[in-house]
Structure formats: structure tokens, C-alpha cells
Nanobody
């Protein structure tokens, strides 16, 4: 099937930077929209940013101007560059992708396992 494997989470001081990566692998025919969500303790999972196949991106207001989403279509990989991090950015970050697999007619929604990010003040 398909797996989304995330990397790059960790602990960083406020004002610092981190880059998350998420690679999709498996019997992939095509990867459509890719996105990052985050879930802080005790809160709902929320969209951080998404990016289309041709590179158009949308950001939540809380990260606009600080985070940058990008993707490498040849590698089926999406990135999230996070700058000027704040303690309120602390959350588990989840990769999400809409993927059509080989032999399948319809695309499906897939999730990564989550990458914890902790920003200390």
C-alpha cells in the first residue's frame, strides 16, 4: 500500500527554525494535494498549509509569513520550513496527502504517523 513517513521534528528554542519532511512511498500512481496539519495537546487537528501539484499553496493565518510549504514531485515528498517558531507552535505535526494508487480508480486520503515539535520559551 502507501506509507507517509515524516522526519525532522524535535525541540527548538523560540525564534528558532525546523524543517519537516514527509515522503510518500508504495504503489503510487499519482499524488495530488499534499498538506501539513498540527494538533496541540487537548486541541483539534488543524490545517497548517497545503500545496497543489503545480505549487500553489495556502497557509493558516497563524503561520503565514513564518512557515513555507514546498514539494518535490519527483520524490513524492513535501516539506515544511518553519521559521521564527513560537511556543504556541508546539504540536504534533501530521503530513497528509491525497494519493491514487496503482490499479485504483479513486484517490484516497493518507496520513503520516506524526512528528512532535516542541518550542521552548
Amino acid at each position: 500500500q502507501v506509507q507517509l513517513v515524516e522526519s525532522g521534528g524535535g525541540l527548538v528554542q523560540a525564534g528558532g527554525s525546523l524543517t519537516l519532511s514527509c515522503a510518500a512511498s508504495g504503489r503510487i500512481f499519482s499524488v495530488n494535494l499534499m498538506a501539513w496539519y498540527r494538533q496541540a495537546p487537548g486541541k483539534q487537528r488543524r490545517l497548517v498549509a497545503h500545496i497543489t501539484t503545480d505549487g500553489r499553496s495556502v497557509y493558516s493565518d497563524s503561520v503565514k509569513g513564518r512557515f513555507t510549504i514546498s514539494r518535490d514531485n519527483a520524490k513524492n515528498t513535501v516539506y515544511l520550513q518553519m521559521n521564527s517558531l513560537k511556543p504556541e507552535d508546539t504540536a504534533v505535526y501530521y503530513c497528509n496527502a491525497i494519493i491514487r494508487t496503482d490499479g485504483s480508480r479513486d484517490p484516497r486520503n493518507y496520513w503520516g504517523q506524526g512528528a512532535p515539535v516542541t518550542v521552548s520559551s
